[in-house]
């Protein structure tokens, strides 16, 4: 039986297995946030910043933040920070206010 696409939860002389859950992995920076527009389905759009060397709750607050200077809705995920529509001058503005260096990604 391979073990990856196993859905067995209980063996009776073990008792309850679980699976190890993998934290996710800081990507490596060079220094340089990037912001980079993302098309979603239903002709969506969707500022991506990424490259922040930031802990996990920085990058929550910072991306609070951000949506609220934007003044849409967003999330922070994965060492990324997503807010509706395109946005990138507005992030871009704001970014550099709080001493990021930001490169506009993408065409």
Known sequence: MN????????V??????EQPKQQPVRPKTDGVV??????????KMVSVVSGLDLEEAEMSSLARDLKR??????????FQIEIQGDK????????????FTVKLAGG
């Open 3 to 10: 073990d990856e696409r196993s859905t067995l939860v209980y």
């Open 12 to 17: 009776s002389g073990q008792g309850r297995i």
């Open 34 to 43: 990037r912001i980079a527009l993302k098309r979603l389905g239903g002709n």
């Open 69 to 78: 200077k934007c003044g849409t809705g967003g999330t922070a995920k994965n």
């Open 88 to 99: 990138r001058g507005v992030l871009q503005a704001e970014l550099e206010k709080r001493g």
